[in-house]
Antibody, heavy 118, light 108 residues
Framework: EVKLQQSGDELVRPGASVKMSCKASGYTFTDYAMHWVKQSPGQGLEWIGTIIPLIDTTSYNQKFKGKATLTADKSSNTAYMELSRLTSEDSAVYYC???????????WGQGVMVTVSS | AIVLNQSPSSIIASQGEKVTITCRASSSISSNYLHWYQQKPGAFPKLVIYSTSYRASGVPSRFSGSGSGTSYSFTISRVEAEDVATYYCQQGSSNPYTFGAGTKLELK
């Protein structure tokens, strides 16, 4: 069974950074890319970027360049996303989603709620 | 960026009714790269239809999709109570991958 287990919700101060994880199980981690998606409160979905763990290659939505950094640890089957210089605009739920063929998100994590507040 | 215009933004339907959602792209997309997701309140999105017309594993046959080029549609042939959710189309054809604004399905 494919599972993506994300780390816990975060409360962070403005200007700080946060790093969240997405641990994959039930498939060969390096066989698939991993998407990251943002959902602001009561809003729709925004693609942040994608990492290919096999070759450590990333692609980003231009909007999130400099904001999000995607990494992956093949030894632990875990993908990470770090968000920097946080503002209230970054308060949202962040999802990881396994990238199947044609850039589809075929399996999703449960999401990490990030709240930026002083 | 390819903009996906999804309509309607909300639907109120009766159980057993047929509902259709459309997704129009600002540029042509290969049908392989157009997907549909279901998001129930408080839950993560779930893939329903991939590559325009293929049902994801375990998805009931009342869900279907069609389309090509810039015009795509998603249909629930007979709405059930468990289908109450917001539905999103998504394109993976060009960076940035984008989603429609969503269609909220409610029961009458």
């Amino acid at each position: 069974e494919v599972k993506l287990q994300q780390s816990g919700d975060e409360l962070v101060r403005p200007g700080a950074s946060v790093k969240m994880s997405c641990k994959a199980s039930g498939y060969t981690f390096t066989d698939y890319a991993m998407h990251w998606v943002k959902q602001s409160p009561g809003q729709g979905l925004e693609w942040i970027g994608t990492i290919i763990p096999l070759i450590d290659t990333t692609s980003y939505n231009q909007k999130f360049k400099g904001k999000a950094t995607l990494t992956a640890d093949k030894s632990s089957n875990t993908a990470y996303m770090e968000l920097s210089r946080l503002t209230s605009e970054d308060s949202a739920v962040y999802y990881c989603a396994r990238s199947g063929d044609w850039e589809v998100g075929d399996y999703w994590g449960q999401g990490v709620m990030v709240t930026v507040s002083s | 960026a390819i903009v996906l215009n999804q309509s309607p933004s909300s639907i109120i339907a009766s159980q057993g009714e047929k509902v259709t959602i459309t997704c129009r792209a600002s540029s042509s997309i290969s049908s392989n790269y157009l997907h549909w997701y279901q998001q129930k309140p408080g839950a993560f999105p779930k893939l329903v239809i991939y590559s325009t017309s293929y049902r994801a594993s375990g998805v009931p046959s009342r869900f279907s999709g069609s389309g090509s080029g810039t015009s795509y549609s998603f249909t629930i042939s007979r709405v059930e109570a468990e289908d109450v959710a917001t539905y999103y189309c998504q394109q993976g054809s060009s960076n940035p991958y984008t989603f429609g604004a969503g269609t909220k399905l409610e029961l009458k």
